[in-house]
């Protein structure tokens, strides 16, 4: 399956131009959004409409800087765009699955929506083994270093990958690491950014 997955775009309607455009010209199965459309719950739907023309299915989890309730909202008139949060989704060979928000709480205040890790920890638990993870937030330890060098990661989607072994993460959140990689075990984790990676997954074992 081949993939073109993105994160942060953060109301940059130029950047979710460029993707639309990518996604057409790389001939992708599968567009995938890790969170953060809006900036603190702003201006969110205008960046669901500049993405609403890519033409393949798209899959989302929502930031910190949007609700669940409101992405879904935004997302409701378009069939193609699916919001994931604590659930799955299987497409042809593979299931996708979806944590939303900043894990742990973020120091940002009343408009960053946050999960606990308990409460991460016990979302994580229905992820089915070799999904592809689609979480907001990174692994701790692994593409979540921001500008101070501190790790802000978090430790429930790490033990997640731990034991459910993803095929593949696909995160974002942690601006100073966009365009990095890491590996736990054998999975692959992506810290994607607004000008987005295409990749390839294998065929589910």
Not at 9 to 23: F, G, S, T
Not at 159 to 167: G, K, L, N, R, S
Request: proline letters at 6%; aromatic letters at 6%; a negative charge.
């Amino acid at each position: 399956m081949k993939l073109l997955a993105f994160s942060d775009v953060h109301n940059d309607l130029a950047a979710c131009e460029r993707l639309v455009q990518v996604a057409r010209a790389e001939a992708v199965d599968v567009v995938v959004g890790a969170g953060d459309f809006a900036v603190m719950r702003q201006r969110l739907r205008p960046t669901i409409e500049a993405l609403a023309p890519i033409t393949q299915p798209l899959i989302l989890v929502a930031g910190n800087g949007e609700s669940v309730e409101e992405l879904r909202d935004a997302c409701q008139a378009y069939s193609h765009i699916h919001v994931l949060h604590g659930s799955s989704l299987s497409w042809g060979d593979h299931v996708f699955f979806g944590l939303g928000y900043a894990v742990p709480e973020t120091p940002f205040g009343a408009w960053s929506c946050d999960l606990s890790e308990a409460d991460a920890t016990q979302l994580l638990a229905a992820c089915p083994t070799n999904a592809i993870l689609v979480s907001h937030s990174p692994p701790l330890g692994h593409v979540d270093r921001n500008s101070r060098g501190h790790s802000v990661g978090s430790r429930a989607v790490l033990q997640a990958i731990e034991q459910q072994t993803p095929a593949v993460v696909l995160c974002g959140h942690v601006h100073d690491c966009w365009g990095q990689a890491s590996q736990i075990g054998s999975t692959i984790v992506y810290n994607l950014g607004p000008g987005g990676k295409v990749l390839t997954v294998p065929p589910a074992t």
